[in-house]
């Protein structure tokens, strides 16, 4: 997937895949999504690009109004952002991989 937003290009093929996550269950779930973390190879930017169905962030209007279908697309996000994104889906040893610069001790 490829997609330039406010003047910068974000290719999947070119960037980084750091880690995945889904919502779980099926596909036909309305709140079903799969999502991907990237990081650019130039810039060290940071993107997420997902598809899901109607009830996600991925959807799209079907009929210019209510209806709510399958949809994807690219969301650029912080290096804070990104790290809150690998907390949910990725583990431990991942994390400390891709933030070591964020990640404290307790």
């Not at 999947?12 to 079903?32: I, M, P, V």
């Not at 999502?35 to 962030?57: C, N, Q, V, W």
């Not at 400390?96 to 964020?102: A, G, K, Q």
Request: hydrophobic share 30%; no cysteine.
């Amino acid at each position: 997937m490829r997609k330039i937003i406010n003047g910068t290009r974000y290719d999947t093929e070119k960037a980084e895949l750091l880690g995945t996550g889904t919502s779980g269950g099926s596909q036909s779930d309305f709140r079903y999504f799969h999502e991907e973390l990237y990081k650019t190879p130039r810039s060290d930017k940071f993107f997420i690009a997902g598809k899901g169905h109607g009830m996600t962030r991925w959807a799209r209007s079907m009929d210019g109004g209510n209806f709510r279908g399958w949809g994807e697309g690219i969301l650029p996000i912080s290096k804070a952002e990104a790290l809150e994104w690998a907390e949910q889906y990725m583990d431990a040893d991942e994390i400390e991989e891709h933030f070591p610069d964020l990640i404290q001790d307790a």
